[in-house]
């Protein structure tokens, strides 16, 4: 069978980052055979831009980022699926060493990991040193360290549609979820020591940033993992609730570093701290 690659890129009122994203995924080699834009419901440009850049944009009701994916993943012609996220960017490169990877192995899926980029495009300190190559089981993936970037990976068709695509339900760990649930369900997955992708930080409103229902949340995940025992989902609900405290102001921040037990062994939770104390004194 020839290879062929979708590129999946879920979009929210993306004007000002959508021309960036889409240039990156049609600038790689080999070209991908169709870049599909969702649009979850935009009220601007997003869509306009996107299919000016070259991409095919499919404009849906609001719902979420699961829900686009997966609207989008119903229309992809590729064999192959590769995810990127609208305020994000691939380097060159990106999907030919992916591939190569398919042509040597059968994982889950493949991934790079993201290089978080502040706004002035600087690298993010945290990230030096946790690349590798080689397979990961699923249980890698339920570490902090290794929470995916919804831009970092690569998966069949076949692949995606064995474990469903993205449960719509969640409105946070969309992409932890599939990693996870694919990695359990298909395989082991592959890492790739380089990073190609750049995930983008910054202040503003997010899916990765919201609080909101966040109990309701983790229940609703942890319902679609039955091989994750109670130890390893309460060490993932710390984290969770460590990352709900990072971008909470201190020192509303206290309810959830409460409900993380304060693991104040974790450098994590410094850093955590640090940018709740940050956020009261803006």
């Not at 996107?50 to 719902?63: C, D, N, Q």
């Amino acid at each position: 069978m020839a290879t062929s690659v979708s590129v999946l890129i879920p979009a929210y009122n993306a004007e000002a980052t959508i021309e960036r994203a889409v240039s990156s995924a049609l600038s790689q080699h080999p070209e991908p055979k169709e870049v599909l834009v969702a649009c979850d419901g935009c009220t601007d440009a997003t869509a306009h831009i996107a299919r000016s850049a070259g991409a095919t944009a499919l404009e849906l009701p609001k719902a979420n980022g699961a829900v686009a994916r997966n609207a989008a993943a119903k229309e992809a012609s590729g064999n192959f699926f590769f995810f990127l996220d609208a305020d994000d960017w691939w380097e060159p490169g990106k999907i030919e060493a992916h591939l190569k990877v398919w042509k040597r192995k059968a994982p889950s899926f493949v991934i790079d990991r993201a290089v978080p980029r502040l706004p002035d495009g600087g690298r993010a300190y945290w990230t030096a040193g946790l690349n590798y190559d080689g397979p990961s089981e699923w249980r890698y993936f339920l570490s902090h360290n290794a929470w995916a970037s919804g831009s970092s990976f690569s998966v069949t068709a076949d692949n995606y549609n064995r474990v469903g695509g993205f449960r719509e339900q969640l409105n946070k760990f969309q992409d932890v979820d599939f990693i996870l649930r694919c990695a359990h369900e298909c395989g082991d997955a592959y890492n790739i020591s380089r990073s190609y992708t750049n995930y983008s930080i910054s202040d503003a409103p997010s899916v990765s940033k919201t609080t909101e229902q966040i109990e309701q949340n983790l229940q609703a995940l942890f319902k679609g993992w039955p091989f994750v025992n109670d130890g390893e989902k309460e060490a993932f609900a710390s984290h969770a609730y460590l990352t709900a405290a990072e971008v909470t102001p201190w020192p509303q921040s206290v309810e959830f570093f409460k409900k993380a037990h304060w693991p104040v062994t974790h450098r994590f939770f410094w850093k955590c701290l640090y940018q709740s104390l940050r956020r009261r004194a803006a």
